[in-house]
């Protein structure tokens, strides 16, 4: 049983713009984890950020109960996660402890500080992950693929290449999506019309009711071929 692991900086972001091709490996009979940096608790434009944090944690446990995955934590602050070793070991520790052979994160053309950096932590903890020489509490783990989202605030030079028939899990994953406060508009942005809607445009393009594109990792994009 492979696993899937979708590592985003805020709780909505992994589970809004990752959370319907973790349920569809999961569909296929694979395991998925939802890694949070942080709980996003900065977000509410009137809940304290204790309160709206402890709101995101719930959600995300909710969410991740009802696409039968599981979810995990950081402890960064909402908009001061930082890029640095021990960011990027944490990370590390995370894929090292659930082994995951495919990661999904943000891609790096966000204007989202917090984004931007997940997205290099992401990258370095990959790479840590894998080198056994990188000695910490569990052994080095090699991750086989890295995808990156397709997210209304990571737009900059996105181009997918991927796209995921996520039609068998779309009304289980709008179910997910529905236990964030967030999904229904409390905080400004209408992230349930515009991701509802990005998986119909997505399914067009696909051939299939609703699905979700993903940008691959350039050096995975490299073929070596002797013949076309």
């Known amino acids: 049983m492979s696993t899937i692991m979708a590592i985003a900086a805020h709780p909505g972001d992994g589970f809004f713009t990752m959370g319907a091709t ?23 434009p009137t809940l304290s950020p204790e309160a709206y ?101 990571d737009a900059a030079n996105y181009q997918p290449d991927t796209y995921l028939d996520t039609s068998a899990v779309y009304d289980n994953w709008l179910k997910a999506c529905d236990a964030f406060p967030m999904w229904r508009g409390e905080t400004g942005f209408r992230y349930n019309d515009y991701y509802r809607s990005l998986a119909v445009m997505r399914g067009c393009l696909s051939g299939c009711q609703y699905a979700v594109a993903l940008m691959s990792s350039a050096e995975e994009r490299v073929r070596h071929v002797k013949a076309l």
């Open 22 to 44: 973790v349920a569809q490996h999961i569909h296929n009979g694979g395991r998925g984890v939802f890694l949070n940096l942080s709980l996003g608790e900065k977000g509410h």
């Open 53 to 153: 944090g402890a709101l995101q944690q719930q959600a995300s446990e909710k969410a991740a109960k009802i696409l039968g995955a599981e979810a995990a934590f950081l402890t960064y602050r909402d908009a001061e996660i930082p890029w640095n070793e021990e960011a990027n070991l944490a990370v590390c520790d995370q894929i090292r402890r659930f082994k995951p052979l495919i990661v999904l994160t943000h891609w790096s053309g966000s204007w989202h500080k917090d984004h931007q950096n997940c997205h290099a932590i992401v990258r370095d903890a990959i790479f840590y992950a894998g080198l056994p020489a990188i000695a910490r509490s569990l052994p080095a783990h090699s991750v086989e693929h890295l995808y990156f989202a397709d997210n209304w605030e």
